[in-house]
């Protein structure tokens, strides 16, 4: 268990330092409607922070980076602030839609001209909640308190435009200046969390909150407390969930909120009492996460932990073993590293480590060794490789490795699937031509 | 040369017939404020063509498209069902929430099926590039049966649009309108992805929808506007070497940029503004 909270403990709370502010502002959101807000403007964070990557070779998590991503939001926080005043033929949420297509193709155009792509694109998507450290927790706390302060100090213009534009502008409110103000702190919050959750996390953590609260709760107050309850909890049984099926955490979490709001908004609708459904609701959750929890691959010391290990491991360290039952699998990790591996030029030790190898980085690397030393064998590692679905970005490294070792272009897709007709191809042409032409490998081998 | 030539007839031909339907529809869901169920459905669509590759359908084939169409007729009911009463929760979030859903569901799908990353990354940029005569004259002959369908029964669909509460059989008429959006998504995203059949949508008709209020010029208007910033974006694409589908996003957002600074320039006057 201690392990589960280590482990889950950061992102949990950083979870809850984003839903702190998130809810809150989701709930102006829903009453100005302009619900795809968050969705556009963290597509426009996004935006700044890959043109920081990929036209300045900024560092993704640089300070210049989210300059960047600060900077596009403001721009766009004046447009929308613009265009509700002075456009009244269209919805702004019609704007809005328009941004958020144009931004996200303007990530794929940034994405498509920069190699690796793919990984931006599913990380913005996804985010890294997993890998936050103390540092962002900080940091992210002292803004949204500070962009809470602002809230709290202006919430009287805030909250009158968001619930009656019209009567606003009648009252005599700054409506262009306030509105830029709203969206410049919904632009600053947006910009730090989707650095650390990614686009879809914080899109849920506005809207889903706000929207439950509106089901079982009135009143600012009240709506606040139960968004804050609500998705909290979703947040635990979402990293819970993720942590047991391996999933990406974001959109697990993400589930999680959107399966509360339907089980919610289906006992409501069946016409049980607000709390009778409130309370059925933390029943159910605490019991599903109990289950999550039990099952936690985290949770070391439980029956069902080490059981499902030992085996895999033991068959594999098999001959190495004998020395050291207990420890093996830890030793046996750290072994594979970069310096260890330029020393070793022998093909049976690097086909021995490949096999004890426990993920696609350390076969990865152990591969890349063998290709170096004896192409034929290495090859034959590189495609168990494949063939066995590693990460995108271990899938292009031995690519481009087999590539660069046989000195041929080799029309591998990283982006099919091992199994793909013209991957079967690729593999096929590969073998035939190593077959052909490396009479080394036949001889060595009689 | 003459490839050059049979790419761009091919891609303006798909083009031209798509954006007569997209930016009418896109009139429709302007008006009533439901900008983004388009977004749902794309991605419901989306989901379905990875349904379809987990179920072992490779994406572009009878099988995917099946399954698409099943997955955006079930996100058309939903679409159609859910309005909630509670004057708390606009239409808009429910919309948003199916959409977060829905993209949820395929992120992690996307965890779980080989190279899912790519494909994810794939169902959103599309492939536009592949395009066929063969496919074309499907899409052409989809488009053109639904364009007759929406003619016949304008007046039911303009009624939804303007003064619902005198429409009887609202919520069919409702179905309908989401279905129609439906079909022309998975017609279209496979090729185009999520984000282009959504500009498709959404831009022709918003840059139509500040200069008019009729629909007959409306649609005019942004079919002209959509197909030129298209071939300006094809050409871009085409000459410049750059990602295709961005592309014509890019300059379809160009134009709607201009169409807003003449807007804004000239102020809160009403009709004729250009």
């Known amino acids: 268990m201690m392990d589960l909270i280590s482990i889950q403990g950061l992102p949990f709370l950083s979870c809850l330092v984003m839903l702190s502010i998130l809810a809150y502002i989701g709930l102006h959101v829903l009453e100005r409607e302009v619900i795809f807000i968050d969705i556009a403007l963290a597509q426009i964070a996004a935006v700044g922070a890959i043109a920081a990557h990929v036209i300045f070779h900024f560092h993704g998590h640089s300070i210049y980076a989210n300059a960047m991503a600060l900077g596009s939001t403001l721009v766009a926080a004046v447009f929308f602030a ?63 308190a500070a962009v809470g302060v602002c809230f709290y100090l202006f919430r009287r213009p805030l909250q009158a435009i968001s619930s ?112 009778a459904a409130g309370a059925a609701w933390l029943v159910a959750a605490v019991v599903l996460g109990a289950w999550f929890a039990s099952g936690s691959t985290a949770g070391d010391g439980r029956p069902a932990g080490p059981a499902g290990g030992v085996p895999e491991v033991g068959s594999i360290t098999h001959t190495h073993a ?56 290495g090859v034959r590692l590189a495609l168990g490789l494949l063939e066995g679905d590693p990460p995108l970005l271990f899938r292009m490294m031995i690519v481009e490795k087999v590539e660069e070792v046989g000195q041929v272009s080799w029309d591998y897709d990283i982006d099919q699937p091992f199994t793909a007709p013209s991957n079967q191809r690729a593999v096929a042409g590969l073998r035939e031509s190593l077959a052909g032409g490396d009479g080394n490998g036949q001889r060595s081998s009689q | 040369m003459s490839g050059a030539a049979e790419f761009f007839a091919l891609q303006m031909t798909l083009i031209a017939v798509v954006l007569v339907l997209h930016t009418y529809m896109g009139l429709h869901i302007i008006r009533r404020t439901i900008i983004f169920c388009d977004l749902v459905l794309a991605q419901q669509a989306a989901l379905g063509v990875l349904v379809g590759l987990a179920l072992g359908a490779q994406s572009a084939t009878g099988g995917s498209y099946l399954v698409s169409l099943a997955a955006v007729l079930i996100g058309s009911v939903l679409l159609a069902v859910i309005k909630p009463r509670n004057r708390m929760i606009p239409r808009e979030a429910v919309i948003g929430i199916m959409f977060a859903m829905a993209l949820v569901a395929s992120l992690l799908l996307g965890d779980k099926l080989p190279g899912g990353g790519a494909h994810v990354t794939k169902t959103l940029s599309g492939s536009l590039l592949w395009v066929s005569w063969k496919l074309v004259g499907l899409t ?9 369908f929406h003619y016949r029964f304008r007046g039911r669909f303009i009624g939804l649009s303007e003064a619902p509460e005198t429409l009887k059989n609202q919520g069919w008429w409702d179905f309908l309108f989401f279905a129609t959006q439906g079909i022309i998504t998975v017609m279209i995203v496979p090729v185009a992805g999520v984000l282009l059949a959504y500009s498709f949508l959404m831009i022709p008709a918003t840059i139509a929808a500040m200069f008019s209020r009729g629909w007959i010029r409306a649609v005019g208007l942004g079919w002209g506007v959509g197909l030129v910033a298209c071939l300006v974006g094809l050409v871009a694409s085409y000459n410049l070497n750059l990602p295709y589908g961005p592309s014509l996003v890019l300059s379809l957002g160009l134009f709607f940029l201009v169409a807003v600074l003449i807007r804004a320039l000239s102020g809160g006057q009403r009709e004729g503004g250009r």
Request: include cysteine.
């Open chain 1, 164 to 275: 009656d534009y019209e009567n606003a502008v009648e009252q005599g409110y700054n409506t262009l200046g306030w509105d830029f103000l709203f969206y410049a702190l919904v632009g600053v919050v947006i910009t730090m969390a989707v650095r650390v959750a990614g686009v879809v996390l914080v899109f849920t953590f506005l809207i889903i909150p706000a929207t439950l609260s509106a089901t079982v709760a009135a009143g600012w107050g009240k709506r606040l407390l139960v968004a804050w309850l609500g998705g909290a909890v979703s947040a635990a049984l979402g990293l819970l969930f993720a942590d047991r099926f391996d999933f990406s955490v974001g959109p697990a979490i993400a589930l999680f909120l959107g399966a509360t709001l339907i089980a919610l908004g289906l006992l409501r609708l069946a016409g049980v009492k607000r709390a």
């Open chain 2, 140 to 148: 052409v002959a989809v488009y053109a049966a639904l364009i007759v």
């Open chain 1, 322 to 377: 004998e020395h050291h039952d207990e420890g093996e699998p830890v030793e046996a990790r750290d072994e594979i590293d970069a310096a260890r591996l330029a020393g070793i030029s022998d093909v049976r030790e690097l086909e021995a480590l490949y096999a004890r190898a426990t993920d696609a980085e350390e076969r990865c690397s152990v591969a890349s060794r063998a290709l170096e030393v004896d192409p034929a064998a």
């Open chain 1, 82 to 144: 613009v265009v509700r005043r002075r456009v009244t033929q269209i919805p702004l949420e019609a704007v809005i839609g328009v941004v958020y297509a144009v931004s996200a193709a303007g990530a794929l155009f940034l994405v498509g001209v920069s190699p690796g792509g793919h990984v931006h694109v599913q990380e913005m998507l996804s985010g890294s909640i997993l890998w936050v450290t103390p540092g962002d927790v900080a940091w992210s706390a002292v803004v949204f």
